[in-house]
């Protein structure tokens, strides 16, 4: 098998433009997720900030802090889960344009 590395190269620029590009594009997609069937609802971007956190009065218990802390730290969870899915998802469209060389991983 014989390889075209001027081709090859030429590729990976082209990869690396695309990775920059989806990068940019990552940082205002966002994922809403919640717990408690919607009593917290997160939306979080896809670089794991987030972005607003929504805490339906009916839950807000001041003798029951522990619960609303859990679904909390659930929502956010859930929502870092998506979020990771997402990015992992666009940059993989990025990557698949890649050729298939063994032992070489272009730094991903």
Known sequence: MKLDMQNILAQVQKVQQEMEET????SSMTVTS?????????????????????????????????MLEDLVVAAINKASKAAHEMATEEMNK???????????NFGM
């Open 34 to 66: 919640d717990s408690g069937g919607g009593m917290v609802s997160i939306m979080m971007n896809c670089e794991n900030e987030v972005l607003s956190i929504k805490i339906n009065k009916e839950i807000v218990n001041p003798d029951d802090i522990e």
């Open 23 to 26: 990068k940019k594009k990552l």
């Open 94 to 104: 990025v990557t698949g344009m890649l050729p298939n060389i063994p032992g070489m």
